[in-house]
Nanobody, 121 residues
Framework: VQLQASGGGLVQAGGSLRLSCAASLSTFSRWALGWFRQAPGNEREFVAGIRVDGGTGYADSVKGRFTIVRDNAKNTVNLQMNSLKPEGMAVYYC????????????????WGQGTLVTVSS
């Protein structure tokens, strides 16, 4: 099983980026996906999640600015990030677990390698 995150880069505050995660999971549609991030010196934190039925949830800090979308035909999950703030600078990880997403790192079975998002002020 492999999760490959991509799309990170350098963006000015207020700008947008779209992260993508490609998964080699069999029966992808049966997996919930989550995006997490870890800034230097901080613990990895939940950003957004999507259930198998497409239901989504977001951290309060990103609500209204980030959108998570899954494409079961392509085995991908994307995170559209708008109005990025300097505090959003972190390594972003995608993760997978069965059926429902949660906000806890330990609940996830598979993790991608992370993609770095740098936000300049």
């Amino acid at each position: 099983v492999q999760l490959q995150a991509s799309g990170g880069g350098l963006v000015q505050a207020g700008g947008s980026l779209r992260l993508s995660c490609a998964a080699s999971l069999s029966t992808f549609s049966r997996w919930a996906l989550g995006w997490f991030r870890q800034a230097p010196g901080n613990e990895r934190e939940f950003v957004a999640g999507i259930r198998v039925d497409g239901g989504t949830g977001y951290a309060d800090s990103v609500k209204g600015r980030f959108t998570i979308v899954r494409d079961n035909a392509k085995n991908t999950v994307n995170l559209q990030m708008n109005s990025l703030k300097p505090e959003g600078m972190a390594v972003y990880y995608c993760a997978a677990r069965s059926i429902y997403y949660t906000t806890k790192n330990d609940d996830y079975d598979y993790w991608g390698q992370g993609t770095l998002v740098t936000v300049s002020s």
